[in-house]
């Protein structure tokens, strides 16, 4: 029951997470100040909303990708994950189930074109990313994976 209620309460609560796409006085409305502006081959800002520390990465002023960690460092659940996901879904679902590796957990746009998330499992943080900063997490994600990233 608790875990229905905690589903319930995420689908609703996740048109507050910002989205990819947004822009930084948009993100800035909707998380408040930031606490931290790092401005290294590109502007990131980072933010303490609802019990998370949220990392987002800028390109020319549109967020590109976003950093999602629970403020204890716990392991998220399905039900944050996903709602997460579905806050930054864009104009592609996202796939029903994730790719796994050793180390992450792998989400792809129904579309496989337009945004990667990937959840690792170590330090219990969701990276979500457009197809602009993709490969800067190809790292992550297993050779096979790599390869159809290739033409992305």
């Known amino acids: 029951m608790k875990t229905l209620l905690l589903l319930i309460a995420l689908m609703f609560s996740a048109s507050a997470f910002a989205r990819i796409g947004e822009t930084a006085k948009q993100i800035d409305k909707r998380y ?5 502006t790092i401005r ?7 933010y303490s909303f609802r019990g998370f520390t949220v990392l987002v990465s800028f390109e020319r002023g549109i967020s590109q990708c ?14 944050e994950i996903q709602g997460l996901l579905q806050a ?14 050793i180390g992450n957990y792998i989400y792809w746009s129904r579309d496989r074109r337009t945004r990667v998330a990937i ?18 997490f190809a790292h992550l994600v297993n050779s096979d994976d790599r390869k159809e990233m290739k033409g992305f």
């Open 32 to 36: 408040g100040q930031s606490l931290e």
């Open 40 to 46: 290294k081959n590109g502007e990131s800002r980072r």
């Open 66 to 79: 976003e950093v999602y960690q629970k403020k204890d460092n716990s392991r998220m659940t399905e039900a």
């Open 88 to 101: 930054n879904a864009g104009s592609s679902e996202w796939g029903s189930e994730p790719e796994e590796n």
């Open 119 to 136: 959840y690792t499992l170590a330090t219990h943080d969701l990276i979500i990313t457009s197809k602009a900063f993709l490969g800067r």
